[in-house]
Each structure stands twice: as structure tokens, then as C-alpha cells.
């Protein structure tokens, strides 16, 4: 099994940028993925695919979303990060961080999910 957890302030103030962090453990935490990626739920809508970061090393992103956010990755610490600049209330959303082991959009595992709220 893989484990993922979201950790990262849950209030942010308009124009300052999110900083989000996914760590992953257990079995697969190393190797055996395609793809981490990052994705949202904003109150009331529906999920919005931010972008993801290959077993290469290359991100990709929503091409909407694309000027303000960055994804990396710490192979050291399994994990994988999300940089979102210039927020605004609009982006207030549950953030999951999740596992592809195959085709990108097949997310076999996901995190719980952390609210960020983006308020002055």
C-alpha cells in the first residue's frame, strides 16, 4: 500500500503564494510510479486537475493554472510540492496530492486531502 499526507498552512492571504508538501511512504513510495500529481475541490464544484510531476521528473500543468503554479519533487524525502502564487479567494479548495502507477489520469492512490483557505 502508499500512503499519502498533505501538510501545509490552511489559511493564506490573497496575492501571497501556497506552499503545499506531499509526503509518501510505504510500498511503492520509491519506485513503481508514473506520476504525482496534484489536484483540488473548491467548495461546491467539482475536481481541477493542477497539473503533475512525472517519474522523470518533468511537470506538467493546467494550462489556466500554468503562469502561477510550480511542482517539484525531493526524491530524499519522497516528496512532492505545490507552489501556487498571486491567490486569490477563488483558489480556496481541498488539495489532494495523488499516485498514477500507469496513465497519468489513473490515480491508484490519493491523500486525505488538506483545506486551504485563501482569506485576509
Known amino acids: 500500500q502508499v500512503q499519502l499526507q498533505e501538510s501545509g498552512p490552511g489559511l493564506v492571504k490573497p496575492s501571497q503564494t501556497l506552499f503545499l508538501t506531499c509526503t509518501v511512504s510505504g510500498e511503492s513510495a520509491t519506485t513503481g510510479y508514473a506520476y504525482r500529481s496534484w489536484i483540488r475541490q473548491a467548495p461546491g464544484k467539482g475536481l481541477e486537475w493542477i497539473g503533475y510531476?512525472?517519474?522523470?521528473?518533468?511537470?506538467y500543468y493546467r494550462p489556466s493554472l500554468k503562469s502561477r503554479t510550480s511542482i517539484s519533487r525531493d526524491t530524499s524525502k519522497n516528496q512532492i510540492t505545490l507552489q501556487l502564487s498571486s491567490v486569490t479567494p477563488e483558489d480556496t479548495a481541498v488539495y489532494y496530492c495523488?499516485?498514477?502507477?500507469?496513465?497519468?489520469?489513473?490515480?491508484?492512490?490519493w491523500g486525505k486531502g488538506t483545506l486551504v483557505t485563501v482569506s485576509s
Open positions: 495523488a499516485q498514477s502507477e500507469g496513465a497519468f489520469y489513473d490515480l491508484n492512490y
Open positions: 510531476i512525472g517519474w522523470s521528473g518533468s511537470p
